[in-house]
Each structure stands twice: as structure tokens, then as C-alpha cells.
């Protein structure tokens, strides 16, 4: 918990030198305040829970599990099986609250740029790590954008779309009960 309250802390402060070094670049440019892209993380972690590269991990782990109690190997059964409940807590996280989702934005780190540069925006941030906006700054919603890298199937972007409405659940409520 201190270890992922400290990389937060750490993406939050990086996040705020960048909006200030945007910002200050702005003035120095004549006045024009940055353009922020701002994403729903929870709708691109749905989008990468449900492509095809994450589902054939699944299935690559179900098969080696499967393999290890075949061949005996307990102890390698038994890790693989505890894998499964740790990444099911993980995708709550990020789907139902607002759990980071680095891993699976560094999947597309190439690709933000390009985003960055058809939004329009200079700087793109989880829409979930904004806790104050003033009404002059300007936003500019990137999640679709970033959620078409993992190639959503029809149901999956009507699932997206459902969801954006829907205020993330504070993560505490996800935990499970001991």
C-alpha cells in the first residue's frame, strides 16, 4: 500500500511539472492556455480486458496451470492459481474505480504523441486525477481515441459508452471481505 500510494505521489507530481511547464510555455507563447486530453482509464482498461492479445493470456496461463496439474507440478499450480483472484482484483480496480492503468498505457506510450497531435491537446492526463478544474481551462476527451488500440468489438464500445456516465466506485467499496 505505501509502495503504490508513493508511485502516486510521484505520477501526480510529475503530472503537475508538466501542466506547469505547459502552462508557463503558454504564457511565454503569447497568453494561449494549454489544451488538456483528458480519458476515462476505466474505459480503456475495459477495452484491453476484452481484446483479443489480453484474452489469449488468459488462456496461456489457464493452459499452463492446467499443464502443471497434469505433470504434478503443485507448486507451480498453486503460484499460476493465485495469479488468477490477484489480476481479478486488479481489473476491478481499474474497470469499476479508477485504479491506474500505467501498464496498460505504456502498451501504447509510442502512440500518445499521434493522439496527443489529433486531439489537438498538449498534455493528456486520466480524467480521474484532475480533483479541481477551473471552467476557463480547456479539455478535450481523449478516450476513445486511445481506446481504439486495442480493437473493441462492437459490444465492447456499447459497454464503453454505457459506462462514461457512470462515476467510478471508490475503491474502497471493491475490496474483498476477509
Same mark, same amino acid.
Given at each position: 500500500?505505501?509502495?503504490?500510494?508513493?508511485?502516486?505521489?510521484?505520477?501526480?507530481?510529475?503530472?503537475?511539472?508538466?501542466?506547469?511547464?505547459?502552462?508557463?510555455?503558454?504564457?511565454?507563447?503569447?497568453?494561449?492556455?494549454?489544451?488538456?486530453?483528458?480519458?476515462?482509464?476505466?474505459?480503456?482498461?475495459? =477495452?484491453?480486458?476484452?481484446? +483479443?492479445?489480453?484474452?489469449?493470456?488468459?488462456? *496461456? %496461463?489457464? !493452459?499452463?496451470? /492446467?499443464? #502443471?496439474?497434469?505433470?504434478?507440478?503443485?507448486?507451480?499450480?498453486?503460484?499460476?492459481?493465485?495469479?488468477?483472484?490477484?489480476?481479478?482484483?486488479?481489473?476491478?480496480?481499474?474497470?469499476?474505480? =479508477?485504479?491506474?492503468?500505467? +501498464?496498460?498505457?505504456?502498451?501504447?506510450?509510442? *502512440? %500518445?504523441? !499521434?493522439?496527443? /497531435?489529433? #486531439?489537438?491537446?498538449?498534455?493528456?492526463?486520466?480524467?480521474?486525477?484532475?480533483?479541481?478544474?477551473?471552467?476557463?481551462?480547456?479539455?478535450?476527451?481523449?478516450?476513445?481515441?486511445?481506446?481504439?488500440?486495442?480493437?473493441?468489438? +462492437?459490444?465492447?464500445?456499447?459497454?464503453?459508452?454505457?459506462?462514461?456516465?457512470?462515476?467510478?466506485?471508490?475503491?474502497?467499496?471493491?475490496?474483498?471481505?476477509?
Amino acid at each position: 500500500m505505501k509502495k503504490r500510494m508513493s508511485r502516486r505521489v510521484s505520477a501526480i507530481t510529475i503530472l503537475l511539472l508538466g501542466i506547469l511547464s505547459v502552462s508557463a510555455a503558454a504564457q511565454d507563447s503569447g497568453g494561449t492556455a494549454p489544451v488538456t486530453g483528458i480519458f476515462d482509464s476505466r474505459c480503456v482498461a475495459l =477495452a484491453y480486458y476484452r481484446s +483479443e492479445e489480453f484474452l489469449a493470456e488468459v488462456d *496461456e %496461463l489457464k !493452459a499452463e496451470y /492446467e499443464a #502443471a496439474l497434469q505433470s504434478g507440478d503443485t507448486e507451480r499450480a498453486d503460484e499460476l492459481g493465485l495469479l488468477g483472484p490477484e489480476q481479478q482484483q486488479l481489473v476491478h480496480e481499474q474497470i469499476f474505480s =479508477a485504479g491506474d492503468i500505467d +501498464e496498460i498505457i505504456w502498451m501504447i506510450w509510442s *502512440e %500518445l504523441p !499521434a493522439v496527443a /497531435e489529433e #486531439a489537438g491537446v498538449d498534455i493528456i492526463v486520466s480524467a480521474w486525477d484532475i480533483i479541481y478544474r477551473d471552467e476557463s481551462m480547456q479539455f478535450v476527451d481523449v478516450t476513445d481515441l486511445l481506446v481504439t488500440f486495442f480493437d473493441p468489438s +462492437e459490444e465492447t464500445l456499447g459497454i464503453i459508452e454505457s459506462m462514461k456516465s457512470i462515476p467510478a466506485i471508490p475503491r474502497q467499496f471493491l475490496q474483498d471481505e476477509d
